[in-house]
């Protein structure tokens, strides 16, 4: 269990992800192999309104799917899909439910890889059962 006796730092909520990752269940690591984890401070407005959100302080986390396009084997190596985890967010809603920040950002992590691949709430909720 991690404690903090300071707002935790972008590079905190980094190593809690870095921590989090391995915890989450191996069939979703494996979907999201080669994705990159990033921490922002908050997301921006129009990304926000994107994904109907009515404020980037509601949006804890994003997965983005980096551009497939046709590409010859002489171009450059594509970029990897991203996992972007949002602090502000995440500290509201820690402060707001009192989950431990790291089974938060995990859950987080889950959230944002499940939805992306289109699973269901009972998709998820069956996976987290088979633990």
Do not use: C
């Not at 992590?109 to 499940?114: A, F, K, S, V």
């Amino acid at each position: 269990m991690y404690r903090f006796h300071h707002p935790p730092t972008l590079d905190d909520i980094v190593d809690l992800a870095g921590h989090a990752f391995p915890a989450i269940p191996e069939k979703l690591r494996i979907l999201v192999r080669g994705a990159s984890i990033v921490v922002e401070e908050v997301a921006d407005e129009k990304t926000a309104q994107e994904l109907g959100f009515e404020s980037p302080w509601a949006l804890t986390g994003l997965y983005r799917r980096a551009a497939r396009t046709q590409k010859s084997v002489l171009d450059a190596p594509m970029e990897n899909d991203t996992i972007t985890l949002y602090r502000g967010p995440i500290l509201l809603e820690w402060i707001e439910t009192g989950e431990d920040l790291f089974r938060l950002i995990r859950t987080v992590l889950i959230q944002e890889i499940t939805h992306h691949f289109g699973w269901s709430d009972a998709d998820i909720e069956r996976l987290e059962r088979d633990e």
